[in-house]
């Protein structure tokens, strides 16, 4: 027995305990005039203990020598009046789904926030490749009009020769590079696909 109808024993508990305040009962006395509403006396024993744990002012619990009896008191009514103990279990889960509720706002505000971070992650990555291979093709323009051979270096061999040279270095470098940043540029989308997709 749990949740609800757990709470609505004890409410009979209780009120059974009302109706002969001038005696105090054992828990097979409890257990046997309620019509065994549990499975065993342990199980009933289990039960009073929550009601002493969490409600243990609204009764009387008399100890004879390690023996334990139930009655009830001057509050015990007034608890039952104010709902009693299926009263309290259910602002419990009031409470509950009250905070589960907040829970799953607040996880869904974080996802938010990590697509939101995501987004601009993937923006910066996406941004900066493309100055910088912008910037580095200008450079490649201008250093190849710098040391583009001039029509009257023509008959100069050598130099031409170390001018070639020193162009195909820049761009190899450039290639490389590009090849660098288009490979970034993959990844990154790849992370933005695994990030979007369900998990």
């Given at each position: 027995m749990e949740g609800k109808a757990r709470a609505e024993l004890k409410d009979r508990i209780l009120k059974f305990l009302i109706e002969d305040p001038?005696?105090?009962?054992?828990?097979?006395?409890?257990?046997?005039?309620?019509?065994?509403?549990?499975?065993?006396?342990l199980l009933m024993q289990?039960?009073?203990?929550?009601?002493?744990?969490?409600a243990g002012s609204n009764f009387l619990v008399i100890n004879n020598s390690g023996?334990?009896?139930?009655?009830?008191n001057e509050?015990?009514?007034?608890?039952?009046d104010?709902?009693?103990?299926?009263?309290?279990?259910e602002v419990e889960?009031?409470?509950?789904r009250n905070m589960n509720k907040s829970a799953l706002q607040d996880?869904?505000?974080?996802?938010?926030?990590?697509?939101d971070l995501n987004l601009k992650i993937r923006n910066g990555k996406f941004s900066l490749p493309i100055s910088i291979i912008s910037v580095l093709v200008a450079v490649g323009s201008l250093l190849y009009s710098i040391f583009k051979p001039a029509p009257e270096l023509k008959s100069n061999d050598v130099q031409i020769k170390q001018l070639e040279e020193r162009l195909d270095k820049i761009e190899?470098?450039?290639?490389?590079?590009?090849?660098?940043?288009?490979?970034?540029?993959?990844?990154?989308?790849?992370?933005e696909k695994a990030l979007e997709s369900p998990h």
């Open positions: 001038s005696h105090s009962f054992t828990v097979e006395r409890l257990w046997e005039n309620l019509g065994k509403p549990v499975d065993n006396k289990e039960i009073l203990d929550e009601m002493e744990n969490t023996y334990e009896s139930y009655g009830s509050f015990t009514q007034d608890y039952l104010n709902g009693g103990f299926t009263n309290q279990y889960m009031e409470v509950a996880s869904r505000i974080k996802d938010m926030q990590e697509k190899y470098t450039l290639t490389k590079d590009v090849d660098s940043l288009k490979k970034e540029l993959y990844d990154a989308e790849i992370n």
